[in-house]
Antibody, heavy 121, light 112 residues
Framework: QLQESGPGLVRPSETLSISCTVS??????????WGWIRQPPGKGLEWIGS???????YYNPSLKSPVTISLASSKNQLSLKLTSVTAADTAVYYC???????????????WGQGALVTVSS | DIELTQTPLSLSATPGQPASISCKSS???????????LYWYLQRPGQPPQLLMF???KRFSGVPDRFSGSGSGTDFTLKISRVEPEDVGVYYC?????????FGGGTKVEIK
């Protein structure tokens, strides 16, 4: 299971921070990446980035706000930070487990329920 | 970036009748290892996306066999052989051949 927790409301130009607690699995597994995907209200899905247990990370370069994804192994959590956010960063943010095979990143097989974050003054 | 274009944007399906959704990629999703990195998801209203198909035509665990996927290279199709009311939602294709990972724009399926 994956469960996101976030602030709900963030002011423009501030930092958005969301965490995702993983249960029933270890984020230190070499079988999975852990990813973040977002969905603006009424719109489609956008991949933000994915991280491996050794902290290898891939990001979507199209995101305008700087992004950092990190792991907290002791808490079995992954986290997402977007700095200098704007209204365009308003979205439901999902964390998801991502299968890998033969070093190829594959599909997201399990998703959290998502956390809505609104950027507004 | 690999662009995935889904058609139609929406469809109204009759229960018990078939329905199909197309996903066209801006470049081939076939890798030199012989695998094609194309997946299908269903997002029911108010829910996160759930994986239906991986590598074009392989059903994920628990997915009913009325769902099937086909295609190769750049053209892919998701078919529902007999639409049921619980199939309502938005369907997305996704590729993982190349970063950034990308999704199609989605196809909204409703029931007549």
């Amino acid at each position: 299971q994956l469960q996101e927790s976030g602030p709900g409301l963030v002011r423009p130009s501030e930092t958005l921070s969301i965490s995702c607690t993983v249960s029933g699995d270890s984020i230190n597994s070499a079988s999975y990446y852990w990813g973040w995907i977002r969905q603006p209200p009424g719109k489609g899905l956008e991949w933000i980035g994915s991280i491996f247990y050794d902290e290898t990370t891939y990001y979507n370069p199209s995101l305008k706000s700087p992004v950092t994804i990190s792991l907290a192994s002791s808490k079995n959590q992954l986290s997402l930070k977007l700095t200098s956010v704007t209204a365009a960063d308003t979205a439901v943010y999902y964390c998801a487990r991502q299968k890998i095979e033969s070093s190829m990143i594959l599909y997201f097989d399990y998703w959290g329920q998502g956390a809505l974050v609104t950027v507004s003054s | 970036d690999i662009e995935l274009t889904q058609t139609p944007l929406s469809l109204s399906a009759t229960p018990g009748q078939p329905a199909s959704i197309s996903c066209k990629s801006s470049q081939s999703l076939l890798r030199r290892d012989g695998r094609t990195y194309l997946y299908w998801y269903l997002q029911r209203p108010g829910q996160p996306p759930q994986l239906l198909m991986f590598e074009v035509s392989k059903r994920f665990s628990g997915v009913p066999d009325r769902f099937s996927g086909s295609g190769s290279g750049t053209d892919f199709t998701l078919k529902i052989s007999r639409v049921e009311p619980e199939d309502v939602g938005v369907y997305y294709c996704m590729q993982s051949l190349q970063f950034p990972l990308t999704f199609g724009g989605g196809t909204k399926v409703e029931i007549k």
